[in-house]
């Protein structure tokens, strides 16, 4: 009975696996590779995306606290109150201003807004591209 067997196996041709069968498969793992580092970057864009959210309301206080302590306000109203006087001495009114300004809050409160937009923007392009690659490998 065994040699019945191996006599009807010995005679079956073996099997040959199709030959797109291996770019198939180096082409799926590419794309799970991919995927795996695309949401990576998915949760570093929204941890800074989330740091940058939370670091805009203190940097904007800072800012306005900053711009009121200065005085750089009373400074530019009066271009709009007394534009002659503004007119004949504005190369002190410039210095005037520009010693006044608060250089450093409104930096960070300018980084912060950056932060938040390059975070928003790299994750939006992820997103897209983390959606378009599970289509893909599902289809």
């Known amino acids: 009975?065994?040699?019945?067997?191996?006599?009807?196996?010995?005679?079956?041709?073996?099997?040959?696996?199709?030959?797109?069968?291996?770019?198939?498969?180096?082409?799926?793992?590419?794309?799970?590779?991919?995927?795996?580092?695309?949401?990576?970057r998915l949760i570093i864009f929204s941890i800074g995306?989330?740091?940058?959210?939370?670091?805009?309301?203190?940097?904007?206080r800072l800012m306005q606290q900053s711009l009121a302590e200065s005085g750089f306000a009373q400074f530019f109203s009066l271009i709009f109150s007394d534009f002659g006087i503004v007119l004949a001495y504005w190369q002190n009114f410039a210095l005037t201003l520009l010693e006044s300004l608060p250089a450093l809050s409104i930096a960070a409160f300018l980084?912060?807004?950056?932060?938040?937009?390059?975070?928003?923007?790299f994750l939006v392009r992820d997103t897209k591209a983390i959606f378009a690659t599970s289509e893909t490998i599902n289809s």
Do not use: C, N
């Not at 010995?10 to 995927?35: V, Y």
């Not at 740091?51 to 805009?56: C, H, M, Q, R, V």
């Not at 980084?111 to 923007?121: A, D, G, N, R, Y």
């Open 49 to 60: 995306l989330i740091g940058s959210l939370t670091a805009f309301v203190p940097a904007l």
């Open 111 to 121: 980084v912060t807004i950056f932060i938040f937009l390059e975070s928003l923007k």
């Open 1 to 40: 009975m065994r040699e019945d067997y191996e006599k009807l196996f010995s005679r079956l041709e073996p099997l040959q696996a199709p030959e797109e069968l291996f770019e198939k498969i180096m082409e799926r793992i590419h794309r799970q590779q991919r995927l795996a580092a695309l949401r990576k």
